[in-house]
């Protein structure tokens, strides 16, 4: 089974510019998250979808947003790009019902970085 | 509160046995993870307990979870030089794949 995949796995954008990253959850599962890494905030969660719906949204700005398409397969843009989102975003993918029974596979990350 | 808290370093000789201890706030926590990240790249899940337990051993892995204290601590036996890498716990709590984590243990093994 194929794992979850993440483009583009890097990234070089200009602040003020947007930035649409994907993510393809492993076949079947049917939530995905989000997480920032940097190294001054650590692991923050951005937001949870499951079924195209936002079920969990974490403490980010609106410039932060997300979609999940009918095949679990997710988006997140952030607009008016700053220098502090330079970042490592990770996306997740669990199974099934989507409670906490479900453990969390990590994609590669895509490794954003403003100028 | 959501604080979950992790020493930053430990530093062990190749060989020996890693603790990798985490603390948590949260009592409601439900399932309680261990990730590794190696330089480069994403999260790999290593191993997780459930709330109710208190001990889970895996290979060379050994979680112990001590819910009144609310700590949660990682054993690797025979550690190696590949297992240097950054170790992050994780909770977790009902109906949400939220995951919160600790700040990261960066596990360096020497020969």
């Known amino acids: 089974k194929a794992g979850v995949t993440q483009t583009p796995r890097y990234l070089i954008k200009t602040r003020g510019q947007q930035v649409t990253l994907s993510c393809s959850p492993i076949?079947?599962?049917?939530?995905v998250s989000w997480y920032q890494q940097t190294p001054g905030q650590g692991l923050q969660f951005l937001f949870e979808?499951?079924?195209?719906?936002?079920?969990n949204k974490g403490n980010f700005p609106g410039r932060f947003s997300g979609r999940q398409f009918s095949n679990s397969r997710s988006e997140m843009n952030v607009s008016t790009l700053e220098l502090g989102d330079s970042a490592l975003y990770l996306c997740?993918?669990?199974?099934?019902?989507?409670?906490?029974?479900?453990?969390?596979?990590f994609g590669p990350g895509t490794r954003l970085t403003v100028l | 509160g959501e604080d979950v808290e992790q020493s930053l370093f430990l530093s062990v000789r190749e060989g020996d046995s890693s603790v990798i201890n985490c603390t948590y706030t949260d009592s409601s926590s439900t399932y309680l993870y261990w990730y590794k990240q190696e330089p480069g790249a994403g999260l790999q899940l290593l191993t997780y307990?459930?709330?109710?337990?208190d001990m889970k051993q895996d290979q060379r892995l050994t979680v112990l979870l001590n819910k009144k204290d609310k700590h949660l601590s990682l054993r690797i036996a025979d550690t190696q030089t590949g297992d240097s890498a950054i170790y992050f716990c994780a909770e977790s709590r009902w109906n949400t794949d939220k995951l919160i984590f600790g700040t990261g243990t960066r596990l360096q093994v020497f020969p």
């Open positions: 076949s079947g599962h049917r939530s």
């Open positions: 979808y499951f079924s195209e719906t936002q079920r």
């Open positions: 307990i459930f709330s109710n337990m």
């Open positions: 997740a993918s669990t199974g099934g019902t989507g409670g906490s029974t479900d453990t969390q596979y």
